[in-house]
C-alpha cells in the first residue's frame, strides 16, 4: 500500500469542499432572493454548497454533507444539464468526487 494513501480523502476533501463552496459564494453574491417556495430551494442549495462545503473541507460530518452533495450534483445533471445538452464535465466530476468521500469518510486530517 503506498504511504500516501490514508490522506486521499483529505486531498479529495479539498478539491470537493473548495469547488463547492466557490460555488456557494457565488451564489450568495448573487443575492438572497425573497422568501417563497422557489427561493427555500435556493437557500437549501446554498447551505449545501457553503455550509456542506466548509463541513467537508474541516472532516466534519463528511459523509453526511457528501451525501446530500451528491444527490445535488445528480439531480442538477437529470434536470437542468442533460435536458438542454448542456456540458456536465464539471458536474459529473464533482457527483463522483462527493460518491468517493462518501465511501471514504473523513480521513486521518479531519477535526470530526
Same mark, same amino acid.
Given at each position: 500500500?503506498?504511504?500516501?494513501?490514508?490522506?486521499?480523502?483529505?486531498?479529495?476533501?479539498?478539491?470537493?469542499?473548495?469547488?463547492?463552496?466557490?460555488?456557494?459564494?457565488?451564489?450568495?453574491? !448573487?443575492?438572497? =432572493?425573497?422568501?417563497?417556495?422557489?427561493? @427555500?430551494?435556493? /437557500? *437549501?442549495?446554498?447551505?449545501?454548497? $457553503?455550509?456542506? #462545503?466548509?463541513?467537508?473541507?474541516?472532516?466534519?460530518?463528511?459523509?453526511?454533507?457528501?451525501?446530500?452533495?451528491?444527490?445535488?450534483?445528480?439531480?442538477?445533471?437529470?434536470? !437542468?444539464?442533460? =435536458?438542454?445538452?448542456?456540458?456536465?464535465? @464539471?458536474?459529473? /466530476? *464533482?457527483?463522483?468526487?462527493?460518491? $468517493?468521500?462518501? #465511501?471514504?469518510?473523513?480521513?486521518?486530517?479531519?477535526?470530526?
Amino acid at each position: 500500500m503506498n504511504a500516501l494513501a490514508p490522506y486521499a480523502a483529505f486531498f479529495m476533501r479539498l478539491a470537493v469542499g473548495g469547488v463547492f463552496l466557490s460555488r456557494g459564494i457565488d451564489r450568495i453574491q !448573487n443575492g438572497i =432572493p425573497n422568501l417563497s417556495l422557489g427561493s @427555500l430551494l435556493i /437557500l *437549501l442549495v446554498i447551505a449545501i454548497e $457553503t455550509v456542506g #462545503a466548509v463541513c467537508v473541507l474541516l472532516g466534519m460530518w463528511t459523509r453526511l454533507w457528501a451525501t446530500a452533495m451528491a444527490v445535488f450534483m445528480a439531480v442538477t445533471i437529470l434536470a !437542468n444539464k442533460l =435536458p438542454h445538452r448542456a456540458n456536465f464535465e @464539471l458536474e459529473a /466530476l *464533482l457527483l463522483a468526487g462527493a460518491v $468517493t468521500l462518501v #465511501a471514504l469518510g473523513d480521513g486521518p486530517l479531519s477535526i470530526g
